[in-house]
């Protein structure tokens, strides 16, 4: 195992003249790269950060962010992600609890009071740095929900980053040649590591703004623009994407934070698209099983080199094959733990029965078999974690939030799924308190993957026999989506027929009782998965051409309902585009 710095000077002296980082119109070679974290990194020196202590990164997706981050690890620190995006509260809570040494912010962050703040751009002269350090050296704390209301930060070794790179790379998934990877996952995001990472390895690293992000077409666009090799992303952002890359050159594709649905692994194994299934959780430094999908169904595949696997019963028994048990992963990817919670640290991290003396092993909660052939599947959790478009929810912190809020009595939390593949965390309270009103709090305390697309008022939360909430026995929202099967029908000629019917799909999509012609989308609850439900359905209900793109353009219903009319006026739908395997030209 190489350390990280190591490999990014080998990469500095072997190609300083290569792109390392793109980011909108700004461009960093590998020279520019090592001058800049240098800099930054004997600034963050000069204001006593040393090894081990924490940085906090409170910076938007530009060419910034990656300087950062390596300035960091280059003063022998580990980072602390801060999304811009996250609500004050939930930064202050970060901070605080990560205790940090300093922080990097472009305008400074209120939360992180006492604090000294770098700007980005801050430099300081003196001799070269003493990069070297301890593979135990901590690299990172990236904060996870927490089942009590808490989030938790898993505090990840330097070590582990490198092995993670490296099985990457034994196993085929990253190529020994230079790669352009789009950095898709956000930074606060444990999948971000191995995106933003491979600079260390001499790729070029594409950051890819928000603003792409959101919008399908104009990320594909971006895509092929900067002939993008490798692209991390959930199954959930494919079903976005795939339309737009539809007759493109699709990249080398790793998928992770949630399982590959069936349909979605037959299409690209039987279109040819190199791609893979990654498995794994924070604790275990994001990546520990991979299989390229191909051949049979989803399966989680084998892990990686130095990771242990184990199934196993309630008495940390294995199981036999072809029965259900636990997941536990152990070796070196296996984090320090949580920080400022021993208690939870052990609980969570237990000695290896199986392994050498003193070392650990991560109970997951998560339950699998091996099935047909001895293959790894997924079968379900233990508890109540979900994933929901690549972030891992905890029900109970959602639940904890909502409890907080004025006038809430209780509350509870589940997921709804009005048609297969659409999930939605749905909430429920009692109290002398409105939907709208909890909704509109609830975004200043939490981020917005925590925040329920609907929130019911009850009487009284249903109760079991021994006095818990009910969760099977809580009702479903009012207003429920159409199902997947709605019949494709001649187009309608235009007129309040056509757009009845496309109000009523906005309606039943978002959840709502109804829809005004000056509503706009996202302002209902909207969001790029519901968007692309909205454009399916549709499609099959009025047999007509229509595009991701049509609805995100749109001011409003009105607006919408008049790029509808156009389409039906203009015929029937093209057959659906099949995607293109990325030609390996010169290894790449």
Not at 111 to 119: F, H, K, M
Not at 347 to 372: I, K, N, V, W
Not at 396 to 416: F, I, R
Request: glycine content about 10%; proline content about 8%; aromatic content about 6%.
């Amino acid at each position: 195992m190489t350390d990280l710095l190591q490999r990014l000077r080998d990469a500095v002296a072997a190609h300083p003249e290569r792109t390392a980082v793109l980011a909108g119109a700004d461009r960093l070679d590998f020279a520019e790269l090592d001058r800049r974290t240098a800099a930054l990194a004997r600034a963050l020196r000069a204001r006593g950060v040393g090894r081990g202590d924490r940085v906090g990164v409170h910076l938007a997706r530009t060419a910034e962010l990656p300087v950062a981050l390596l300035a960091v690890w280059r003063a022998g620190a580990a980072y602390v992600p801060l999304d811009p995006a996250y609500p004050a509260e939930r930064l202050a809570f970060m901070a605080a609890d990560a205790r940090l040494a300093a922080l990097i912010s472009a305008d400074g962050l209120p939360a992180a009071e006492g604090v000294p703040v770098l700007r980005p751009d801050a430099a300081a002269d003196g001799p070269e740095l003493p990069e070297s350090g301890h593979p135990l050296d901590p690299a990172y704390v990236i904060y996870t929900s927490g089942s009590t209301g808490r989030p938790k930060g898993v505090e990840v070794a330097r070590g582990a980053v490198a092995d993670l790179l490296t099985g990457l790379e034994t196993v085929g998934a990253f190529r020994a040649e230079p790669a352009v990877v789009g950095w898709n996952a956000s930074v606060s995001f444990d999948a971000s590591v191995p995106q933003w990472s491979r600079i260390c390895r001499g790729d070029t690293l594409l950051v890819i703004g928000d603003e792409h992000r959101a919008d399908p077409a104009r990320l594909a666009a971006l895509l092929a623009e900067h002939a993008v090799t490798d692209f991390d992303l959930t199954p959930s952002h494919w079903e976005l994407l795939r339309e737009p890359l539809a007759g493109a050159r699709v990249p080398r594709l790793f998928m992770g934070g949630e399982a590959v649905p069936e349909r979605t692994w037959r299409e690209l194994a039987d279109g040819g698209i190199e791609a893979f299934n990654l498995y794994g959780p924070t604790e275990c430094t994001v990546e520990a099983v991979v299989a390229p999908i191909s051949g049979p169904g989803p399966h989680l595949g084998e892990p990686m080199a130095g990771v242990l696997l184990y199934l196993l019963d309630e008495k940390l028994a294995p199981v036999a094959d072809g029965e259900v048990g636990e997941l536990y992963l152990a070796g070196p990817g296996v984090a320090h733990g949580y920080v400022g919670r021993p208690g939870l640290t052990a609980e969570r991290f237990l000695a290896d029965p199986f392994g050498a003396a003193g070392t650990r092993m991560y109970r997951t909660g998560d339950q699998a078999r091996r099935g047909r052939g001895g293959l790894l599947e997924y079968v379900g959790r233990v508890d109540r974690q979900v994933k929901l478009r690549g972030y891992r929810i905890e029900l109970g912190e959602v639940e904890h939030a909502l409890a907080q809020l004025a006038g809430v009595q209780a509350a509870a939390v589940t997921v709804h799924e009005p048609a297969p593949g659409d999930r939605r965390l749905v909430g429920y309270v009692t109290g002398a308190v409105t939907a709208s009103e909890l909704t509109e709090r609830l975004r200043a305390a939490v981020p917005a993957h925590l925040v329920p697309s609907a929130i019911t008022v009850l009487d009284a939360m249903p109760l079991t026999p021994n006095g818990k909430v009910d969760l099977a026995a809580l009702p479903a929202p009012v207003v429920d989506a159409l199902p997947t099967d709605v019949p494709s029908t001649d187009a309608p000629s235009a007129g309040q027929g056509l757009a009845e019917q496309v109000a009523g799909v906005w309606a039943s999509v978002l959840g709502v009782p109804e829809v005004l012609p000056t509503d706009d989308f996202f302002s209902l609850g909207g969001h790029s998965l519901t968007a692309l439900r909205v454009v399916h359905l549709l499609r099959r209900k009025l047999g007509i051409e229509l595009q991701m793109r049509h609805l995100l353009d749109s001011a409003d219903l009105a607006a919408f309902t008049t790029t509808v009319e156009q389409a039906a006026a203009a015929g029937p739908a093209a057959p659906r585009p099949s995607l293109t395997a990325r030609a390996r030209v010169g290894g790449a």
